[in-house]
C-alpha cells in the first residue's frame, strides 16, 4: 500500500484496511509541527470486534505447527529489510529520529525477528517422575507443556515505534498467541506500515489488530477488556502504573521510565568514559528510558571528565533529522517544555551550564550542567530529552546511595579499572541491569531487559518475552 493511504486507514477486524466508520481522524504532527498523515480515531465497537475476531482466530493460529509460524516470521523480517527506506522514512518523519538511525532500528528489528524464531525452536516442555515423595507418587509421570496465553494487548512507545512493537509481537506469535497492538498515537504510521509488512508475508487474517485512537477513549477500556490475557507495555511510568491496577488478574509485563546513572571512579579511563556517556545520554536527543540521565563522578577527576564531555558534545551535530543531526527536536512541545523547565530550575538554583543552552521551538541543544545539587529537579526527575546533569561525590558510597535515592532503578554505568570495585558497586545498586565500563542501553535484544522500583515488572529479552507470553500446562500420566 502506498504511504497516502496507509496513513488514513485502520487496520482491523478482518486483517484488511479497512475505513474506520466513525470517519474520525487523528493527525499526526511531526516534531517540526508538520502534519505528515492521519489515523483513524478507532470506537470501542471497532475495537470490541477486532478482539472477538482474535479470541476466535487464536485457536487455530496456536495449532499452526511451529516450524511455519517461524517461515511466516521469517518472511517479515525479509520484508522489513526490502522496505526499510520506506520506514525508516517514516520513522524520521513521524518521531524524529535521524535517517541512520531509523535505518538501524528497522535493520535491527529484522534480526530480532529472526533470532525470536529460532528461540522459539528453542522452548521445550519436559517430563518429571513423581518417585520423591510417599503416597504412591512413583507411580505419577508429570509431562509439563508451554501454551500460549491467548490474545496479547501490546502496548509501544513512540520512540522505537517498530523495534519495540516487533518485540512485543514476533514473541507473541511464535508462541502461538494473537496479538492487538496498541501503538502511540505519534509513531503509529511507521507500525502500520510494519504491520503491513507482516501481511504481506502471509500472517493470517486476525492474528494480529492494529488499533489506532484516542488513550483516553479506548485506552483504559481495552486494558481492562475480558478478551485481554497479557498484556506487554513500554511507556511512562505513570501509565503503567495505572495499567498494572487497572488489569487486575492480567499478566502484565511493564517496560517503564528511567533514571540511569552513570558513576566514574578516579581510575577510571576517562576519555572512554566520557564517549561512552556522551553517546548514552544525547542518542536521539535523550529520548530513551536507557539513556544516561545523571553522572556521579569522583571529585578527583570531575573537572578532567567534565573537559573530556563537553569536548564531545561540541561534536554533536545539532539539527533536523534528515540531516541526520545526532541532536533533533523532541517529539512534541510539551515534551521541550518540560526539558526546559528542569534546565531553568537547576540553572536558577546555582547549576553551571558548561554548554550553550539553546532552544529553538522543540529543539534543545544538548546541555551539560555541572555542579548540580540533589535541590535541583533534574538530579531526580526523568527529562526524556538532551540534558545531562553532572554531580560530584566524595566517596564510592556515596555515589551508590545518591544513585540509589531515585525513584527508578532501571540501568547504571560504573566506569573503572578496577573490576573488584565495579561488582562491589554493581551488587550495592538497585537496577535491573549494571553495564560496567560501558552506556546504559536495551540491547543486545536476546539479554534479559527489566527494571525495579518505578522502572518495571517483568523481565523481557527474546526467551524472556517467550516465557511470559506463556503458560506451563501439566498433565499427570497415572501408571
Not at 289 to 312: F, G, S
Not at 369 to 376: G, Y
Request: with cysteine; charged share 25%; glycine share 8%.
Amino acid at each position: 500500500m502506498g504511504q497516502e493511504t496507509m496513513v488514513d486507514v485502520g487496520f482491523q477486524l478482518t486483517g484488511d484496511w479497512l475505513q474506520c466508520s466513525s470517519k474520525r481522524r487523528l493527525e499526526i504532527v511531526s516534531p517540526q509541527g508538520e502534519v505528515i498523515g492521519r489515523v483513524p480515531a478507532m470506537t470501542r465497537e471497532e475495537v470490541d470486534r477486532a478482539l472477538s475476531k482474535s479470541r476466535r482466530v487464536q485457536k487455530e493460529w496456536a495449532k499452526v505447527p511451529l516450524y511455519e509460524r517461524g517461515q511466516i516470521l521469517l518472511t517479515w523480517a525479509d520484508e522489513l529489510i526490502k522496505r526499510s527506506d520506506e520506514i525508516a522514512d517514516m520513522i524520521m518523519k513521524e518521531v524524529g529520529k535521524k535517517k541512520s538511525s531509523a535505518k538501524d532500528e528497522v535493520t535491527r528489528t529484522a534480526d530480532l525477528i529472526r533470532y525470536t524464531v529460532e528461540e522459539g525452536k528453542r522452548i521445550h516442555g519436559e517430563m518429571m517422575k513423581g518417585d520423591s515423595f510417599q503416597g504412591g507418587s512413583a507411580g505419577k509421570v508429570a509431562i509439563i507443556e508451554r501454551e500460549a496465553l491467548g490474545l496479547v494487548l501490546a502496548i509501544s512507545p513512540f520512540n522505537y515505534p517498530v523495534n519495540l512493537s516487533a518485540a512485543k509481537l514476533a514473541p507473541a506469535l511464535i508462541s502461538g498467541n494473537a496479538v492487538v497492538l496498541k501503538p502511540a498515537t505519534q509513531g503509529s504510521i511507521s507500525a502500520l506500515l510494519m504491520a503491513d509488512a507482516l501481511m504481506t508475508a502471509g500472517l493470517p487474517k486476525g492474528v494480529l489488530h492494529v488499533v489506532t485512537g484516542r488513550g483516553s477513549e479506548i485506552g483504559d477500556w481495552l486494558v481492562a477488556h475480558p478478551a485481554i490475557d497479557m498484556i506487554s507495555f513500554t511507556g511512562g511510568t505513570k501509565t503503567g502504573q495505572d495499567i498494572a491496577r487497572k488489569a487486575g488478574m492480567i499478566p502484565t509485563v511493564l517496560e517503564l521510565g528511567g533514571k540511569d546513572p552513570a558513576i566514574v571512579l578516579e581510575d577510571a579511563d576517562v576519555e572512554k568514559a566520557a564517549g561512552q556517556i556522551v553517546s548514552g545520554a544525547f542518542s536521539y536527543s535523550g529520548q530513551r528510558c536507557t539513556a544516561i540521565k545523571r553522572v556521579l563522578v569522583m571529585e578527583e577527576v570531575a573537572d578532567q571528565l567534565v573537559e573530556q564531555i563537553q569536548k564531545k558534545v561540541e561534536g554533536l551535530r545539532v539539527g533536523l533529522p534528515e540531516d541526520d543531526a545526532d541532536v533533533t527536536p523532541l517529539i512534541d512541545s510539551a515534551s521541550a517544555d518540560f526539558v526546559h523547565s528542569l534546565i531553568l530550575d537547576a540553572l536558577e538554583k546555582g547549576a553551571v551550564s558548561r554548554t550553550e543552552y539553546r532552544k529553538e521551538g522543540n529543539l534543545i541543544s544538548p546541555t551539560v550542567l555541572d555542579h548540580v545539587t540533589e535541590e535541583m529537579r533534574v538530579s531526580w526527575e526523568e527529562p526524556f530529552g538532551p540534558v545531562l546533569p553532572i554531580i560530584r561525590v566524595t566517596s564510592e558510597q556515596e555515589a551508590v546511595e545518591t544513585a540509589n535515592q531515585s525513584e527508578y532503578g532501571l540501568q547504571a554505568s560504573v566506569f573503572t579499572k578496577n573490576m573488584d570495585k565495579a561488582f562491589s558497586i554493581a551488587s550495592q545498586l538497585d537496577v535491573g541491569t549494571v553495564q560496567l565500563n560501558g552506556k546504559t542501553e536495551r540491547g543486545p535484544d536476546h539479554f534479559p531487559f527489566l527494571g525495579v522500583k518505578k522502572s518495571g515488572a517483568g523481565v523481557q529479552g527474546v526467551r524472556k518475552s517467550i516465557e511470559s507470553m506463556t503458560r506451563e500446562k501439566v498433565t499427570v500420566l497415572n501408571l
